[in-house]
């Protein structure tokens, strides 16, 4: 069955400091790998997607991802986070079947210290 | 583009009664799927709505039901309400059969926010 864990369920960061937050996923062929963001009250923001090709992948608003296939993993990464950064981020993994499934991690939640 | 929107912001119930959510998908969109998100956790998928018909379905009981018109907008249904139905309700949608096979995504709504008390 598929799984995505997110082991930080919270990251604290200082503002214009580097931002890794980590993602692993559990699909048995090669998956449909998606990071999120959403700030408080607001719904779901897609930052980057990962389908195949190139395993780094570049997003919106300056993150960017890499799929390790060897290490089940799709991290998220940030060189320098602004304040307004500072929202919940999901990772999810997606599979074709008979309709396009997607599950989604727990969460981390990213704090920006000014 | 309007992007998805869903109505109402905000809901409160009593336990036992009877919600309707209601969803209009981004234009040219013609896949809606519904996401129930409890506080402190990722989405949850509760079902998706293609060509009117109810594709799939997550592991939610029977008092979770939906429909799609042919506009594509979609409803969400919950019966008998409970507490524990208290979360973030989101809706997204995708164009055709397959965003996973296309270069469009799943864009989300801002959901609603129902409490059960």
């Known amino acids: 069955a598929q799984s995505v864990t997110q082991p930080d369920i919270h990251i604290t960061v200082s503002e214009g400091a580097s931002l890794e937050l980590r993602c692993n996923y559990s699909y048995g062929a090669t998956p449909y790998l998606f990071w999120y963001v959403q700030s408080p009250g607001q719904g779901l923001q897609l930052l980057l997607k990962y389908f195949s090709g190139d395993t780094l992948v570049q997003g919106i608003k300056g993150f960017e991802a890499e799929f390790k296939r060897s290490q089940s993993s799709f991290n998220l990464r940030k060189p320098s986070v602004h304040w307004s950064d500072a929202a919940e981020y999901f990772c999810?993994?997606?599979?074709?079947?008979?309709?396009?499934?997607?599950?989604f991690g727990p969460g981390t939640s990213l704090s920006v210290i000014p | 583009d309007a992007g998805v929107t869903q109505s109402p912001t905000h809901l409160i119930k009593t336990r036992g009664q009877q919600v309707t959510l209601r969803c209009s998908p981004k234009s040219g969109h013609d896949t809606v799927s519904w996401y129930q998100q409890a506080l402190g956790q990722g989405p949850q998928f509760i079902f998706q709505y293609y060509e009117e018909e109810e594709r799939q379905r997550g592991n939610f009981p029977d008092r979770f039901s939906g429909h799609q018109f042919p506009n594509y907008s979609s409803e969400l249904n919950v019966n008998a309400l409970l507490l524990g139905d208290s979360a973030l309700y989101l809706c997204?949608?995708?164009?055709?059969?397959?965003?996973?096979?296309?270069?469009?995504?799943?864009?989300f709504g801002p959901g609603t926010r129902l409490t059960v008390l």
């Open positions: 997204a949608s995708s164009p055709g059969q397959s965003f996973l096979l296309s270069t469009d995504t799943q864009y």
């Open positions: 999810a993994v997606g599979a074709k079947t008979s309709y396009d499934k997607v599950i």
